[in-house]
Every structure is written in structure tokens, then in C-alpha cells.
């Protein structure tokens, strides 16, 4: 293994275990935040299975925001979607043999980048152009942009422009997956700078507003069910001093 | 403080899982293609491919693409990045000394191409073997 | 005049090669000629296999109908069996299957003369099929040779919509073992070649080596010296649908 | 006149979700037939090396003229300042986007190579009108879409005029492009005519206005939203004029033809002997599609009929299909003159013979399929956006709006 490649395999862990870690401590957090009220917004679902259909809704469709503001909504989209196919196309470096449906969408995802890129770009001009906008840009939302945007266009870089050793790079992956370091990663100056974003990008994950996309689930205005009057709210903390208070 | 704690034994648990699933595949090494070995050199003094390996493994989508549309439609036919050369040399053969096609994971072309997930159009038209496979 | 590439050589060998070969050749058809004793066929413009190929030449084919005989099928089995369109490994489907070459017998509606030919792609100067082509999938060689470019060929058909001699098919299945050089494949368009890659290598398509009654005739139309020009220059011949000033490359005499 | 308001439909009754689930199980059934014809290849549909474009193509075209007619409705208030049309807007240029991407669906999914629909944007040969249409249905979404954000953006108001112009003339081009794919075919007899552009636009008047109709009589009965016989009557008189245009063009047509020698083959297969093609010419294309219709919107009392006018506009759609199939399929049958002045006695490739055809169930299922796309689409825009006024009433759309009038 190369110097460089030993240099990216202690990254790449280090960057895991700290968005492994990291999400898993914030996820547990926000599990166990209370919630002593009942704050659902209206008109809201009064079944559980309404919850679950209106959080899918907002996580697939991003409801709220489409009622709110349609460009930021369009853009948004377009970048989360686009993500999410680039994503999935990701999985054929970590998957042997490559699942089925990942060979089926990903030529797709070749394409979705642009929209990735697109939907990004629209953001970030948002921030810059629109005065009110940019007045409450703190150097941390530029810098996540930044980053994003870094990743998609180099990644795109490798697929549109300059190819580079995709078969090294999945031994490589595999390697890191299995603590097997026989494989270098391939040298090719994108596929580093790709990389090394990424690796940045998951050490900050957990430490930044990007934390909306667990974050989301744990929305009580969004996944409470409306049904107050059926059901007596009791909060756990809040079920022992009803209970002491009851002695 | 009870919870805190629970929460933080399942935690390390279950990264505990994680790692030794990861360490259980170890023994089982890192799955790469194989390629099979060139039948011949195709340019002759070299004993390497019509390019270096490494090369090869970045440009030769590039490469044939180009040879592809000089000998469509100007009718240049050299033999450097011609996918029929490709074939003829790369030619795999299957245990039983068979020919295999773009079917078979053993297929040259299809060894990488399944490893990295990109499906390949080439084999619609083209033959996938020299000589119909016979 | 077999002139076989070795397809292992390297291109500048071959090339040089070549040129070796081409000066022979005319020095000795320059002999030839000088003394009469060798009918100049004008096949020999080889040309390096590193260089593309010019409007210098424009390939044709001259079919004689009155030779051609009712009930042979010679050029179209050699046709089939040359690009491999003929062996389907299904039952025949005539209304989906690939004709790159049919015969045809016609009927004049006032003499009631009949005439058998073979009838395939006229390799138009002006093909309708390239002109109507989205991609440019279909276009035409320099050398006057129409083709499908079946990489950019996205299966729309207007090509067939905008021929007059009814020459394409569109490939309505899968298709495997392929023949080499022949490559084809389902959902695309296809048409009879001119045996491009036998003309590239001179050699002449498979359809006028098959003929055995001498009706087909192959060459280049813009050299004066070659058999093809010489029999348009002395007798009357035909395009098909002259109407629509197309300047076809394949030319019948005796219609 | 009252200021219009818009506004989403509900769209929570068992209804909506009922029609929705239909629309959505057509549209399913039609990318079944898609995946089922270019997996086993095209042998399997009807099409054949003889008839090349099937009913997939009588669907896809029909579909994707009648989305520029369909745009009309907008133009009139937009571009020749019919202020009674312009709350109608929205809904045509929704309609008009909706119908192009079913058409254009459909279009693509009978391609032999579907997969390569990226090269078909990437790669031109702009000698070929197909190449210019790509960018024509492309440039068509496109300004159609701004033009529908600046009818519901009041802040790009001022711009609203020349969207409305561009995408107006843009939508002119687009069925000159469309009927140039025939016009420009020399090689067939039923081809090869400068009527076919000029045709086709009238065409697309006539198939726009009768899916608008349709569409906004639906939806304003099923969302129980008033809308008054002023705005109805003008609309199916409309289409009454816009159909009786197309059948003069048919006519001169025609009529051209037989007066053409050459012409004449062709000519007694369409009015004559062409059985099938024949049939639908005269009782689809002309009774059903143009002559009832005509009748039903003028007749003193039955014009006034909702449902008249209703089956009025769904006949101009069949009458429309019944011109597609007829012009389409039916110019392919008749057999290509390879010798002029000869009679083909044999050939192994059907040459000198009417071509048979007969549309298989996946040609049938696609295409319908891309209908209940466009449909789905709108449904579903209505729902989403603002395109439909709370009040279409007399009142509330003519500004000479009097009692005694109504």
C-alpha cells in the first residue's frame, strides 16, 4: 500500500467512526429530547399510519417547504433527489456482486448529477443574490454548499471528463470494508480531491445543519398524531410525577 | 442516568457488532476481476497491450469510441483499438477450453464491467467471441 | 489480387506495406496496358488501411438485368450468409425479418416484358434516408457507400419512412453470434453495405462475387478505366425512381 | 369584472382518488407494453418492415398536435386580448404541457433503442426536421413553462406579454415541425405535400379545443365550481369553427389528388378501395370526427347541451385518432412505387401489394398509456397548483356581464 493510499485508509476510518458515532449519539439525543405537548401542525393525520404517510410525504416530497416557497422547494428537490440517485450509484463500489438495481439505476445516476449540481447551484446563488438571504448566511451554510458542491462537480469530472481506475478504487473500498490493505488507491488527482471532500464532509455531518435529514423523523410539529382529545397526552418524564403525584 | 447508560452499553454494542462483522469478512479477501492473459502481444516487440494497463483501465472506452467512428464513417481500419482485436486477443475460455461470451463474468470485457456495475451495449451488435465463438 | 491484412501487423507495417504493393501494381498494369494485353479492371486503388477514404471514388454496382435469371437466388444467399441476416434461429417472420437484398420479378404494364433483378440499398448521392436521419446515423461514405451508423442509431424509422426502394429493415428482435464484421443488432437499422468491409480491403461485395450469370457488376463509377464506367458509357442504363433525382450508385440495364 | 381568484382543488373525495388510481393503472399498463415490447423487440407489435410506424405513432402524434392546439385557449386571451379566455390560462397551458409529454412518451418508448434518448438530444443532423423537433418539443416545455409562471407570478407580470407571444409562435413552428414529418417524406404518395403543416395546425385547433372542453367541463362539475354557459358556448362554437376549418383542408386536399393523375392510386385507396383505411376515412374521420360534431355544437337546441357539447369534443378526438391512423398507417399500406410504369409479379419482401396491419394489444396499451399520463398530469396539477379559477360564472368572467344577458 502507498503512502498516500495508508494516508486516505486512516481518514476514511477515522471519518466513518466519527459519523457513525457521531449520528448514532445525535439520533439518541433527539430520541429521548421530551415532548410535553402536543404540537402537531394542522390540519394533521389522527391515525398513526397517517403519521407515517405524511412524514414520507415530507421526506420524499418535502411538503411544507413546497407550500412555503417554490424556488427554494425546486431547487432543493432537484438536489436532494439528484443526491439520492448519484448515492445509490455509489453503492456499486461497496457491493460484490453489484445488486441488481443499482446496475438498473445506475445510468440514471449518471444524469442526476447534473440535477444535483443544478439544484446546488441554485442554492448557493440564492444565498448570494437574495440580500435578506445572504444577511443571515452564517460562513458555515456557505461552507457546507461549498463543499457539496465541490463533490458533485469533481465527481462529475471523473464520469463526463477524465475517466479514472474505478476497478482500483473498488478493491480499494473492499479492502478498507474487509481490513484487507493489499489494494492502493488509484492516484488520479479528481479521484483524491473527491475523496478527500467526502471525508470532510462526513467528519462535519454530525456537527452541522446538515443533521436535518435524521432530524426530520423527530420533528414533533410533523409526526405527532393528531388526536389530543381521544388520547391523553403523557410525556414518559411527565408519566412518573402524574404517577407521584396520583400516591 | 440509569437510561443514559443503558443507551450508551447498546451503543457500543452494537459498533462492537459492526466491527467484528467487518473483521469476519477478512478471511474471505478482497474480490478483484480476473482477467484473462493476452493471447498474443498486439504490438509486435512489446510485451505490453496496445496501451499500458493502467492507461487502459481509464481510456480505453475513449479509445475504442474514436476508433469506432474513424472506421464507420471514413473507413480507416487499423487494427490498434479495434474492438475486434480486443476480442481475438482477450479471447476467454471457459475451464471446459471453451469460448465463453459477454454472458459469462469469465468474459474479458464483462470481468470488469459486472465488478464496477456499468452495463455494456457494445455486445447488442457486436460478436462478444472471434469467430461466433466456434 | 487476394490482398489479405494481416491484422496482427502493426498499422505502419501494413500501411507501408501497402504502398509497396500499390506501386507494383501499377507499375505492372502500366505494363500491362502499354502492351494490351490486360483488361484493367480499376479495383486496384487500394487504399492504406490508416486513411480515410475520399471522394475520389464513388463505388457502384451495374446490374444487367437481361442476364439476370428468374428463379436464382444466388446474390441474396450470399448476401444472407456473407452478413448473417439470412439465418434466423426462429421460424420465419417475412414481415419482421431483415432483406438486406430481394429479387423481384416485375411486369412492363404495357409490353408485359418481364425482368427478374435483385433489388437492395441504391446507395443514393442524395439518400433521403440520411437526410431525414435525427442523429445523422444514416449517412453517406465519401466514397458514395450510404451506411447506418448503428452507435448513434436510435430506432425511429423515419429512415424507412423516407426511402423509396423500401431497402432497410429494422432489426425486430435479439440477435446473437453476430458475424465479425457484420455487427447488428435489435432495435437499429440496417441496409446492404456495399460489403463495405470487403471494399475497404478490395475486394468486390459478396453479392457480385456470387453471381454466376455475370449480371452484377462492381466498381467505381468515377474512373473512367474501370468495367462499371465503361459499360454505363456504351449502353442505356436505369435508376430506379430517376424522378426523384436521387444519382444512384447502383444502376440497372436492360429495364 | 370581478377579480379572479385561483385555487387548488381539494382533491381528498373518493372521487378524485378513484380517478387518479384509474388514470395511474392505465398508465402502468402502458409501461408494461413498453418494457414488454423492447425486451422481446418489436416483433411482437403489429409494425412490420412494411408498416414501420404503428399506432403508437397514431397516438403520439395526435397527442403531441393537439397539445399545441391546446394552448390556443391561452393565446387568445394572451395574444389577441380575449380577456373572457385569459382566467383559462393556466389550465390550456397546463393541458398543452401535459398532452406533449404523454405524446412525446409515447413516442420515445416505441424507439428501437429507448436507452439512447440522450443521444437523440446530444447528437443533430439538422437537415432533419426530426432533429429540429427535438429541440421544437423541448423549447416547447420550456418557454411554455415560463409563460404559465409569469400567468401565476404577478411579480413577472410585465413579461407576461411576450411569454405569451413566444410561446404562441413557438407553438405555430412546432406544428409546421410536426406536420413537415410527412410533408417532407417524398418517397410515399400519401406524403410529400405542403398542405400537411398548414393542415396539421388547423388539425391541432380543433383536438386542443376538444380536450380543453372536455377537461374543463370535468373538472368544473366534479369540483361542483361555477362555470357559465357565456364562456362554454363561445368555446364550443370555437371548435365548430375550427373543425369546419380542417375539413376545408381535407378537402383541398383531396381534391388536389384527384385532379393529379399520379395521384390517383392513392386516391381511390383513401375514398375507394382501401377497406379499413377507407372505412374509418369516410365514417371516423369525416362523419364521426368532423360532420357530427358540426351538427351537435350548431344545432339550436342540443348546442346548448353540456353533454352534447361534451360528446361533441369527445367525437373530434376519435374523429382525430380516425385522421391519424387513416393518414399514418394508411399512407404506409398502400405499396411504395419502386417502378413506376411496371407490376410487381413476385418478391419475397411484399413489394407492389397493399402492406397488411393489424395493431397488437401493447401498441394499443402505450398508447393509450400516454393519454392517461397527460390526464394524470393535469389531474394531478390542478391538485398541486393554482391553475384552476374558484368562479368561472358569467358574472364573474364578461365584464358586460347584465342580468337581462344571462
Excluded at chain 4, 5 to 13: N, R, T
Aim: charged fraction near 15%; aromatic fraction near 10%.
Amino acid at each position: 500500500m502507498s503512502f498516500l493510499s495508508i494516508l486516505y485508509a486512516i481518514l476514511f476510518y477515522a471519518a466513518t467512526i466519527l459519523l457513525v458515532a457521531g449520528l448514532g449519539r445525535k439520533i439518541a439525543q433527539y430520541a429521548r429530547t421530551p415532548a410535553p405537548l402536543k404540537i402537531p401542525t394542522m390540519p394533521a393525520p389522527t391515525t398513526q399510519t397517517g403519521v407515517v404517510l405524511r412524514v414520507a410525504t415530507e421526506v420524499v416530497f418535502f411538503r411544507q417547504l413546497f407550500k412555503s416557497n417554490k424556488w427554494i422547494w425546486l431547487f432543493g428537490w432537484m438536489f436532494h433527489m439528484g443526491l439520492f440517485l448519484v448515492l445509490a450509484r455509489h453503492l456499486r463500489y461497496f457491493t460484490e456482486p453489484v445488486w441488481a438495481w443499482v446496475v438498473l439505476i445506475q445510468p440514471f445516476g449518471k444524469y442526476a448529477a447534473f440535477a444535483m449540481v443544478a439544484g446546488l447551484a441554485g442554492l448557493w446563488g440564492r444565498r448570494i443574490l437574495v440580500e435578506r438571504i445572504r444577511y443571515i448566511s452564517a460562513p458555515s451554510d456557505h461552507l457546507m454548499l461549498a463543499l457539496l458542491l465541490g463533490i458533485g462537480l469533481s465527481g462529475m469530472s471523473m464520469t463526463f471528463v477524465s475517466h479514472v481506475d474505478i476497478v482500483g478504487l473498488k478493491a480499494f473500498l473492499l479492502g478498507l470494508m474487509r481490513f484487507d490493505w493489499s489494494h492502493s488507491l488509484p492516484s488520479d488527482a479528481l479521484l483524491l480531491i473527491h475523496l478527500l471532500l467526502v471525508a470532510i464532509l462526513m467528519i462535519i455531518f454530525p456537527i452541522s445543519k446538515l443533521l436535518h435529514a435524521p432530524g426530520v423523523f423527530f420533528s414533533p410539529t410533523l409526526n405527532q398524531v393528531d388526536n389530543a382529545r381521544e388520547k391523553r397526552h403523557l410525556a414518559p418524564w411527565a408519566a412518573g410525577l402524574d404517577a407521584d403525584r396520583a400516591e | 442516568m440509569r437510561k443514559s447508560q443503558r443507551f450508551n452499553i447498546l451503543f457500543g454494542l452494537a459498533m462492537a457488532a459492526v466491527l467484528l462483522s467487518g473483521s469476519a469478512a477478512v478471511f474471505a479477501g478482497v474480490p478483484v476481476p480476473l482477467l484473462p492473459e493476452p493471447v498474443k502481444s498486439a504490438v509486435e516487440g512489446e510485451e505490453s497491450c496496445v496501451l499500458p494497463e493502467d492507461e487502459m483501465r481509464r481510456v480505453h472506452m475513449d479509445r475504442l469510441k474514436h476508433q469506432r467512428d474513424d472506421t464507420m464513417h471514413e473507413g480507416v481500419r487499423t487494427s490498434r483499438f479495434s474492438l475486434k482485436e480486443c476480442i481475438s486477443c482477450h479471447v476467454t475460455k471457459n475451464d471446459a477450453g471453451e469460448k465463453v461470451s459477454v454472458k459469462s463474468r469469465e468474459h474479458f470485457c464483462n470481468a470488469c464491467h459486472a465488478y464496477t456495475g456499468v452495463t455494456l451495449d457494445c455486445w447488442d451488435c457486436h460478436a462478444s467471441q472471434p469467430d461466433g465463438g466456434q | 489480387m487476394s490482398k489479405q491484412i494481416d491484422s496482427t501487423h502493426d498499422d505502419r507495417q501494413v500501411s507501408s506495406g501497402r504502398r509497396e504493393f500499390i506501386k507494383q501494381t501499377a507499375a505492372t498494369a502500366g505494363a500491362a496496358l502499354a502492351s494490351g494485353a490486360l483488361l484493367y479492371t480499376g479495383e486496384a486503388s487500394a487504399k492504406p488501411a490508416d486513411e480515410a477514404v475520399t471522394s475520389a471514388q464513388r463505388w457502384g454496382i451495374l446490374v444487367d438485368t437481361s442476364k439476370c435469371a428468374d428463379g436464382c437466388n444466388d446474390c441474396v444467399n450470399a448476401c444472407a450468409s456473407e452478413n448473417g441476416w439470412g439465418s434466423v434461429e426462429h421460424d420465419p417472420r417475412p414481415k419482421t425479418d431483415a432483406q438486406w437484398i430481394r429479387s423481384v420479378t416485375i411486369r412492363n404494364k404495357q409490353t408485359s416484358a418481364e425482368h427478374t433483378l435483385p433489388l437492395m440499398c441504391q446507395h443514393c448521392e442524395n439518400p433521403p434516408c440520411a437526410d431525414v436521419c435525427p442523429t445523422g446515423a444514416s449517412f453517406r461514405r465519401e466514397d458514395g457507400i450510404v451506411l447506418v451508423d448503428k452507435h448513434i442509431c436510435i430506432g425511429c424509422r423515419y429512415c424507412m419512412m423516407a426511402c423509396p426502394y423500401k431497402a432497410r429493415s429494422f432489426v425486430h428482435e435479439t440477435i446473437e453470434n453476430q458475424i465479425e464484421y457484420a455487427p447488428r443488432g435489435k432495435g437499429t437499422v440496417e441496409a446492404c453495405t456495399m460489403c463495405v468491409h470487403r471494399v475497404d480491403d478490395d475486394r468486390n461485395p459478396a453479392c457480385v462475387e456470387a453471381c454466376s450469370h455475370q449480371a452484377l457488376t462492381f466498381g467505381d463509377l468515377k474512373d473512367p478505366n474501370s468495367d462499371i464506367a465503361k459499360q454505363m458509357k456504351q449502353h442505356a442504363t436505369k435508376e430506379l425512381r430517376a424522378d426523384l433525382g436521387l444519382n444512384t450508385g447502383v444502376r440497372y440495364k436492360g429495364l | 369584472m370581478k377579480k379572479i381568484d385561483y385555487l387548488e382543488i381539494d382533491g381528498d373525495s373518493r372521487g378524485f382518488y378513484t380517478l387518479v388510481g384509474i388514470l395511474a393503472l392505465i398508465a402502468a399498463f402502458g409501461a408494461g407494453a413498453a418494457l414488454t415490447m423492447e425486451h422481446a423487440g418489436h416483433w411482437i407489435t403489429g409494425m412490420s418492415n412494411q408498416v414501420i410506424w404503428g399506432t403508437p405513432h397514431v397516438f403520439a402524434v395526435f397527442l403531441i398536435v393537439a397539445a399545441s392546439g391546446a394552448l390556443n385557449i391561452a393565446s387568445m386571451g394572451t395574444v389577441f386580448n380575449r380577456h373572457i379566455y385569459q382566467p383559462l390560462g393556466r389550465l390550456s397551458s397546463l393541458l398543452a404541457i401535459a398532452l406533449l409529454v404523454g405524446g412525446l412518451l409515447v413516442l420515445v418508448l416505441d424507439l428501437g433503442r429507448p436507452d439512447r434518448l440522450i443521444v437523440a438530444m446530444t447528437v443533430y443532423n439538422f437537415k432533419s426536421i426530426f432533429a429540429w423537433n427535438v429541440l421544437l418539443y423541448t423549447g416547447f416545455i420550456g418557454i411554455t413553462g415560463v409563460y404559465l409562471w409569469f400567468q401565476m407570478d404577478r411579480s413577472m407580470g410585465k413579461y407576461y406579454k411576450i411569454a405569451g407571444y413566444a410561446a404562441f409562435i413557438w407553438r405555430l413552428i412546432l406544428t409546421t415541425g410536426t406536420g413537415a414529418i410527412f410533408g417532407f417524406i417524398v418517397a410515399r404518395d400519401a406524403f410529400d405535400s405542403a398542405i400537411y403543416p398548414p393542415m396539421f395546425i388547423i388539425n391541432s385547433f380543433a383536438y386542443g379545443m376538444a380536450f380543453f372542453i372536455l377537461v374543463l367541463l370535468a373538472a368544473y362539475k366534479w369540483t361542483a365550481r361555477p362555470l357559465g354557459d357565456k364562456l362554454v358556448y363561445r368555446l364550443k362554437n370555437l371548435l365548430g369553427v375550427f373543425v369546419a376549418a380542417a375539413f376545408y383542408f381535407l378537402l383541398v386536399y383531396h381534391l388536389t389528388g384527384l385532379y393529379h393523375t399520379k395521384r390517383h392510386g392513392i386516391e381511390d385507396f383513401f375514398l375507394q378501395s382501401g377497406g379499413i383505411y377507407t372505412q374509418l376515412f369516410w365514417i371516423g374521420q369525416v362523419l364521426i370526427g368532423m360532420l357530427i360534431p358540426m351538427f351537435l355544437v350548431w344545432h339550436p337546441t342540443l348546442g346548448k347541451s353540456r353533454s352534447m357539447i361534451s360528446a361533441a369534443a369527445t367525437l373530434v378526438i376519435i374523429g382525430g385518432l380516425s385522421q391519424m391512423y387513416v393518414t399514418l398507417i394508411g399512407g404506409q399500406a398502400y405499396p411504395l412505387n419502386v417502378f413506376p410504369g411496371y407490376e410487381v409479379v413476385s418478391s419475397s419482401f411484399f413489394d407492389g401489394g397493399v402492406n397488411a396491419y393489424s395493431p397488437s394489444l401493447f401498441e394499443v396499451m402505450l398508447g393509450v398509456g400516454g393519454i392517461a399520463v397527460a390526464l394524470l398530469a393535469v389531474t394531478m396539477g390542478v391538485k398541486i397548483l393554482r391553475f384552476l379559477p374558484t368562479d368561472l360564472s358569467d358574472k364573474a368572467v364578461d365584464p358586460h356581464h347584465t342580468k337581462e344577458a344571462a
